[in-house]
């Protein structure tokens, strides 16, 4: 019987063919934690007695949802990470001085692979199957379990087969690709399966959608999102200035086994917006305008959307335009790296002369940490990955998820736009 790439994947780090619904013990090779989960694994570390991380090269540590730190409380929260980095001399512990979002950091320093095992007590961990591994969110005491034995228990999930057919039309983009599929499936369609996205529309999908698309595998359930190794793939792995490891490739047998299988025609689909409260109550843009909503705040960022490319449409749509006088634009860089490449290239200048205010990368504004709380009633159309009550400030608020150029000519009209009537 034929496996998936999710269940060749365990195989190869197990030792022998495992299949969907089995239990194993599996080695963990990159093991993730921030400034808010980081903090309670170390003291689960600690008062267990362990002087010593079993592989200190396979732990990371980001500091990167209230950093710089934003009160005393998120001080102290960052103080218990840095202190245990220095004690341990980790290597692979990120702070202010390389700082970014863990999931677009990770990535862009070479530390996650093709074939890896990853955990993160981050429930956003499932961005990194974008490159073709098993990443997954943990609980802080699961991530305690990881840093003292190298490895933990998994159930092998089973898969669900997302064919996407067709090339997108402009300004549909891998964030609408998984609000389409999380509208179908819902918010728990897909509990404890791993999406595995495939189909030709794979080939028009840059890694920065591909991550869009992984990032939010959670908001239907997911145990994991995972997209095979290609050209696209190897062509960013190779931009990298090294990588941990050498990538281990895998691909899902012809006869592989499937617990449900959903197609999605791309061409006809529109960008997708997903209304309050749920990420799962997605409405074409088209729907959007005919609502009329408006909008008090834009944020663009997150380890959603805050890369690059991302930077490059909203200046494109930006260009010699001025955001609405009511609105307030947020524009948050996913690592210090995107920050300078988008200066580079004038994306910066262009979104400050439109009316934007650029942060230091952070997840900040996303969970509602900082750097744009929203006050009661307002409105905010977002790149971020949830909308759920009360998540970016006040419980009155209201979020719409968008993809990155939806986000910028709403900016500019200050009610939700189709960037193609632009």
Same mark, same amino acid.
């Given at each position: ?188 369609? *897909?509990?404890? /399966? ?5 189909? %030709?529309? @794979?080939?028009?999908?840059?890694? =920065?959608? $591909?991550? !869009? &698309? ?5 908001? *239907?359930?997911? /145990? ?5 190794? %290609?050209? @696209?793939?190897?062509?960013?792995? =190779?931009? $990298?200035? !090294? &990588? ?17 299988? @959903? ?160």
């Amino acid at each position: 019987m034929g496996q998936t790439i999710t269940e060749k994947i365990f195989s190869e780090h197990v030792g022998r063919k495992v299949f969907a619904g089995e239990i194993v013990r599996s080695p963990i090779d990159m093991v993730i934690g921030n400034d808010i989960t980081t903090p309670i694994s170390i003291k689960a570390f600690e008062d267990g007695g362990f002087e010593k991380l079993v592989n200190p090269e396979g732990f990371a540590i980001v500091l990167d949802h209230f950093i710089p730190a934003k009160d005393i409380a998120s001080a102290n929260q960052a103080k218990i990470s840095r202190d245990f980095a220095m004690k341990h001399n980790l290597k692979y512990f990120f702070d202010e001085k390389d700082m970014g979002i863990e999931h677009a950091l990770l990535p862009e320093k070479g530390l996650v692979l093709p074939g890896d095992v990853i955990i993160g007590a981050d429930s956003h961990t499932c961005t990194h199957g974008a490159l073709g591994a098993f990443s997954t969110g943990m609980g802080s005491t699961d991530i305690s379990f990881g840093m003292i034995t190298g490895g933990n228990w998994f159930k092998v999930p089973e898969s669900i087969k997302v064919v996407f057919k067709g090339k997108p039309a402009p300004f549909v983009t891998g964030k609408d690709l998984i609000l389409e599929i999380i509208r179908i499936l819902g918010v728990d369609g *897909a509990l404890y /399966k791993a999406l595995e996205f495939t189909g %030709d529309t @794979i080939q028009y999908l840059s890694m =920065d959608d $591909r991550f !869009s &698309l992984c990032n939010m595998a959670i908001e *239907a359930g997911a /145990k994991n999102g995972i997209v095979a190794y %290609d050209e @696209i793939t190897k062509e960013f792995l =190779d931009s $990298r200035e !090294s &990588l941990r490891a050498e990538p281990k490739i895998h691909y899902s047998d012809a006869d592989a086994v499937y617990c449900q299988e @959903i197609i999605i025609d791309v061409e006809s689909l529109n960008p997708v917006i997903a209304y309050p409260f749920l990420p799962s109550n997605g409405h074409s843009v088209n729907q959007a305008v005919e609502d009329n909503i408006r909008v008090d705040q834009v944020f663009i960022g997150s380890c959603t959307n805050g890369r690059l490319s991302d930077f490059k449409v909203a200046s494109e749509i930006l260009k010699d335009k001025k955001v609405a006088r009511h609105v307030r634009l947020i524009v948050t860089p996913g690592t210090q790296k995107i920050l300078r490449d988008a200066q580079k290239a004038g994306y910066i200048d262009i979104l400050i002369d439109a009316g934007a205010v650029v942060s230091n990368p952070t997840c900040g504004a996303c969970l509602g940490g900082y750097m744009g709380i929203l006050g009661d009633g307002e409105v905010c159309i977002s790149t971020t990955n949830r909308n759920f009550v009360g998540r970016m400030g006040s419980r009155s608020s209201k979020i719409y998820l968008a993809n990155s150029a939806v986000a910028a000519a709403s900016a500019i009209s200050g009610y939700i736009t189709d960037p193609r009537s632009l």
